[in-house]
């Protein structure tokens, strides 16, 4: 069981607003940045949010990032058939040691 | 533009040891700007840090793992690799190879395409 904890499946229809959430401590999100990272089915991961709220260069900024105390949320607005995919959170943990979330798998409807 | 590929036996018998490399093209594996990390992802699972290492040398480990993982570079062959000991049906997942960038600990871009690895007997 992962120590940053999204939840497993969420859903929208094309158009809409989805949020997806990863939850931490003090030792992880609650002293350092989240990375979110955006996994299409057989490829490998790409960053899609960095120092919690940054866009590397070529992403949509329909993807944004937040974060409060110890949880994350990535934020997906104007739903697109092309944005289902596997989502993870990642930081870095005071154990010295990078955690990732659980994944969550987004389905649109 | 930078890119990696993971190369290695996609079988290995239970206690022998993974032994993986990722070769780097288009940028130098001796820049101090990045480090390199292997990743896994277990079928149908998440992902799972396995460690990094820095052109000084200096290795990060996930804890669950470190007593079987070993990373290394080599230079000569602008290449670092992966040697995981004593392995189980547990360990058959996945693994990618990918750059980090020093300034942020979690920032991992490209990542290889990732190679299967199976332990069975």
């Known amino acids: 069981q992962s120590v940053l904890t999204q939840p497993p499946s969420a859903s929208g229809t094309p158009g809409q607003r989805v949020t997806i959430s990863c939850s931490g401590s003090?030792?992880?999100?609650?002293?350092?940045?989240v990375y979110w990272y955006q996994q299409l089915p057989g490829t490998a991961p790409k960053v899609l949010i960095y120092?919690?709220?940054q866009r590397p260069s070529g992403v949509p900024d329909r993807f944004s990032g937040s974060k409060s105390g110890t949880s994350a949320s990535l934020a997906i607005s104007g739903l697109r058939s092309e944005d289902e995919a596997d989502y993870y959170c990642?930081?870095?943990?005071?154990?010295?040691?990078?955690?990732f979330g659980g994944g969550t798998k987004l389905t649109v409807l | 533009q930078v890119q990696l590929r993971e190369s290695g036996p996609g079988l290995v018998k239970p206690s022998q040891t993974l032994s993986l490399t990722c070769t780097v093209s288009?940028?130098?594996?001796?820049?101090?700007?990045?480090?390199w990390s292997w990743i896994r992802q277990h079928p149908g699972k998440g992902l799972e840090w396995i460690g990094y290492?820095?052109?000084?040398?200096?290795?990060y480990y996930n804890p669950s793992l470190k007593s079987r993982v070993t990373i290394s570079l080599d230079t000569s062959k602008n290449q670092f690799s992966l040697k995981l000991s004593s392995v189980s049906a547990a360990d058959t997942a996945v693994y990618f190879c990918?750059?980090?960038?020093?300034?942020?600990?979690?920032?991992?871009?490209?990542w290889g395409q990732g190679t299967l690895v199976t332990v069975s007997s």
């Open positions: 990918a750059r980090g960038i020093t300034s942020s600990s979690t920032y991992f871009d490209p």
């Open positions: 288009g940028g130098s594996i001796r820049s101090g700007a990045y480090y």
């Open positions: 290492i820095y052109y000084s040398g200096s290795t």
């Open positions: 003090s030792s992880n999100i609650g002293s350092s940045y």
């Open positions: 120092r919690d709220n």
């Open positions: 990642a930081a870095w943990d005071d154990s010295l040691s990078v955690l």
